[in-house]
């Protein structure tokens, strides 16, 4: 399966998730929805959070999370997931052996779904060496 197809099909296409990528632990964007804009250097920033404590992204030294230009609040962090939000949007963001998931809710849909959704793929792609 395509990493195009993973986004497409199980994590936008469960309708829980409304925009999502699928990026390299570089940050190199491997696959995303249509609707999903990211640059290279949020990319970039995400692998560099992920990658790091979850320091880097909560307390006195945190760097911001900024998807499709916004920028987030950190709700929590660990060593492999970040959780975001921006008004009635947020975004759950999970680190795979090789890769970084990353999906977005819009104000019609639950964070805990989409957590969810992302989460299960995250696992999934772990129990399989990715």
């Known amino acids: 399966m395509s990493w195009q ?3 497409d099909d199980h994590l936008v296409g469960t309708r829980k998730v409304s925009h999502a990528a699928i990026i390299g632990l570089n940050g190199a964007i491997w696959a995303s929805s249509a609707n999903f804009k990211m640059s290279a250097q949020e990319g970039a920033s995400i692998a560099t959070a992920i990658a790091g404590s979850p320091n880097s ?3 006195s030294d945190a760097m911001p999370v900024t ?3 916004v920028k987030f609040l950190v709700l929590r962090a660990d060593e492999s997931s970040i959780y975001l939000r921006h008004g009635p949007e947020g975004a759950c963001i999970a680190k795979t052996n090789q890769c970084i998931l990353i999906g977005m809710y819009g104000e019609n849909q639950q964070a805990g779904d989409c957590n ?7 696992d999934y792609l ?3 060496g990715y």
């Open 5 to 7: 197809a993973y986004v």
């Open 116 to 122: 969810v959704v992302v989460e299960k793929l995250a």
């Open 57 to 59: 992204v909560l307390g």
């Open 67 to 69: 998807l499709q230009g």
């Open 126 to 128: 772990k129990e399989n």
